[in-house]
């Protein structure tokens, strides 16, 4: 073996370890060992080539996943009219699977029952049957409802993008999209090793968010800490059900990450498991992202009502919220490093002595950054994620 395949299989080694690592993690242990980034680089681009890791971004941190072996071909339906971008979507998924391409979305809803695919990337406007139809056809039928479904879509995607997540569709990308975030997003979901991606729950988790913020102590006064709240999200929970809380949630987390790639340099993000995120970087992006991810938010949230079967959207939200109903908005409030860093000190006393910061837990977290919300808890099992709403919830 040469320099570069006994690396190889060091890093192939410490991913399937861990199953997941980013990229920072990988440069620590390759710098502790003297090899160079561009060994680092290497190694991790010829591992992607032959499929044993993906990648993909999250928060404003690269991940990489070790990935399974299948014995049989998993599946994927391609509902797109347009022959070149369906073309363009079968070649941006890669080798390795059975792909149907399907034009039109009638075909699409008699088909899907026979080919029973794993995972069906769905265009919104389509000659029959529209895309939401079709999602909500395969995640309402026992049979199909495990399937992965990514839209990929032109249409403004204010309210497309929320109607799409309410009907069960686990992912939406718009279109022009980035061919290799669709790759990485389709091989992580149907290759990757452990528990099933989920973009909601995979978000930075606590080691990821803690040393996020240890970074962000130590830089200057041009970069900010901050935590955004989903206001009104408790009673909205519980008037509507864990299943629509969910939703907002999955709806917030997607759009935050698109804010993070379209206007977030340098700027991380990060879920404290409950009604808020934790956000950390340069106060100029992190301002222009945190306005335009409100913006789109206050722009869908009449939507939101509308699904739950309030008044039309010609109404208004004055007449929506006429009556005494939770009203959904997001706050953002930065936190001084003082006050973090005090917050830190008291923690880090009721730590071990001589093991180190090491890692926050979400509680420690939360309290660092005035989050004492308990109301909310988040929890994964086999059959998916659920939200929990009550005094303790948390505990």
């Known amino acids: 073996m040469d320099e570069v395949e006994n690396f190889k299989s060091e890093l192939l080694s410490v991913i399937n370890e861990r199953q997941q690592v980013t990229y920072n993690d990988l440069a620590e242990y390759a710098n502790s060992r003297g090899i160079s980034e ?14 044993t890791i993906a990648s993909r971004s999250s928060g404003g941190i690269l991940t990489y996943y070790i990935l399974q072996d299948k014995s049989e071909l998993r599946k994927i339906m391609i509902v797109e009219d347009d022959k070149n971008i369906n073309k363009l979507v079968s070649l941006s998924v890669g080798k390795g699977f059975e792909i149907t391409q ?4 009638s075909e699409a809803i008699r088909k899907v029952k026979n080919i029973k695919p794993d995972l069906v990337v769905l265009d919104l406007m389509l000659p029959g049957a529209d895309g939401l139809e079709i999602c909500q056809k395969i995640k309402t039928d ?3 409802k ?7 879509s032109a249409m403004e995607a204010t309210s497309n993008r929320f109607k799409g997540i309410k009907y069960g569709a686990d992912y939406y990308i718009k279109k022009p999209f980035d061919p290799d ?5 389709v091989t992580i979901f149907l290759k990757k090793k452990g528990k099933r991606f989920d973009p909601l729950i995979d978000l930075p988790n606590e080691a990821k968010i803690s040393n996020a913020l240890e970074k962000a102590l130590q830089e200057g006064e041009e970069q900010e800490i901050g935590r955004l709240r989903v206001e009104g999200f408790a009673d909205f929970a519980n008037s509507f059900g864990g299943s629509s809380g969910i939703t907002i949630l999955r709806l917030i987390s997607q759009i935050l990450q698109d804010k993070v790639r379209d206007n977030g340099k340098n700027v991380f993000l990060g879920f404290l498991n409950s009604d808020d995120f934790v956000i950390a970087g340069q106060k ?3 301002e222009k992202m945190v306005n335009s991810l409100k913006e789109e938010f206050s722009a869908v949230v009449p939507f939101i009502y509308q699904s739950e079967g309030y008044k039309p ?4 939200l004055d007449e929506i919220y006429e009556t005494d109903k939770p009203r ?3 706050s953002y409030t930065t936190i001084p490093k003082g006050t973090v860093k005090a917050k830190r000190a008291e923690i880090l006393k009721s730590k071990h002595a001589g093991k180190g910061i090491g890692s926050y837990t979400y509680d420690e977290l939360r309290q660092m950054l005035g989050s004492d919300n308990i109301d909310i808890s988040i929890t994964r099992d086999e059959s998916g994620v659920k939200l929990a709403v009550g005094k303790g919830a948390g505990k």
């Open 181 to 185: 975030e669709l790759r990485g997003l």
């Open 102 to 105: 399907i034009y039109d979305g």
């Open 142 to 144: 026992p049979e199909l």
């Open 284 to 286: 100029d992006h992190v």
């Open 146 to 152: 495990h399937a992965i479904v990514i839209i990929i």
């Open 313 to 316: 959207i010609e109404k208004g």
């Open 328 to 330: 959904l908005s997001l």
């Open 38 to 51: 561009e060994l680092l680089k290497k190694g991790l681009q010829e591992l992607q080539q032959i499929s």
